[in-house]
């Protein structure tokens, strides 16, 4: 058994910058941390907001313990965290990245924020295994992520994307290598993701709160056709895509001084309605 010292850095951690009277909430993406959201909420911070970022159940440290959670851990999560911040802020803005899109989709469904930003949200897949995946987890306990492909450990895409999801790792050691080639997760996992985009497809429709949408047009991760279907069912919604890829939370994306220009014009706009 290979092991990894993964998330245990302290830029994977929930983070709270103490700020001005407005806040927002921020939400990674799977499988990622709070780490994921801190350049956007630096750039938040400096302009005066309070900015938490929250780290959802099973993620981070204890990103062994996933495999037991449901996606109504990562709801109550963020909207018991949302609660907090209302109570000594206003407005509060609930911004999330990816599957952080659907969290706090369904989040505001119960608790509701000022305001959403939701950037490349994750909602459904195209794919027909993805609408098979109730059935097929009761065939397939386990699935082997690399078993169907040639893992090439020299290409350097290779590597970050297995980095993506296997932070930690030494890819030059062959045991751990191997034992990648063998890696396995509960099928179920991915039916939670499923599940949770679901509800926040459905939801959408009577989310009756400003909120912007941030998509890259060259996401190959969250399609922005799916996306633009998402900012129809959204009565309150201004869409806009940028070039970019997935994930361009990060400064070192070609996207990201554009995303961060939309955002904070956004929150600019959303503090004086306030004020």
Not at 12 to 35: D, V, W, Y
Not at 41 to 66: C, K, M, N, R, S
Not at 150 to 177: C, H, M, W, Y
Not at 245 to 272: C, D, G, Y
Request: with cysteine; aromatic share 8%.
């Amino acid at each position: 058994m290979m092991s990894f010292a993964a998330f245990e850095g302290e830029e994977h951690r929930a983070f709270k910058l103490e700020g001005g009277q407005p806040a927002a909430l921020l939400i990674h993406g799977f499988p990622g941390t709070p780490a994921e959201m801190r350049p956007l909420g630096d750039a938040l911070h400096e302009a005066g907001w309070t900015v938490q970022g929250l780290l959802l159940p099973g993620f981070g440290a204890d990103i062994e313990t996933l495999p037991e959670r449901k996606h109504s851990d990562w709801i109550d999560a963020a909207c018991d965290a949302l609660r907090d911040l209302q109570r000594e802020h206003h407005p509060v803005v609930m911004i999330g990245f990816s599957m952080g899109g659907a969290v706090a989709l369904c989040a505001a469904a119960r608790v509701t924020p000022d305001a959403l930003v939701l950037l490349n949200p994750f909602s459904r897949m195209s794919h027909v295994a993805w609408k098979l995946l109730p059935f097929v987890k009761r065939i397939f306990p386990r699935v082997r992520p690399f078993s169907l492909i040639k893992l090439d450990f020299d290409n350097p895409e290779t590597r970050e994307s297995i980095t993506r999801f296997l932070p930690g790792a030494d890819l030059d050691d062959p045991d751990v290598q191997e034992a990648i080639r063998g890696f396995s997760l509960p099928t179920s996992m991915f039916d939670q993701l499923r599940q949770l985009g679901e509800r926040a497809f459905r939801v959408a429709r009577t989310t009756q709160i400003q909120t912007l949408i941030v998509q890259a047009s060259r996401d190959e991760t969250v399609a922005p056709a799916t996306t633009r279907k998402l900012a129809a069912r959204l009565p309150k919604a201004e869409y806009t895509e940028v070039d970019g890829e997935h994930n361009f939370t990060i400064p070192e994306q070609s996207a990201w001084k554009s995303v961060l220009s939309l955002v904070l014009e956004f929150m600019h706009r959303v503090n004086a309605t306030f004020h």
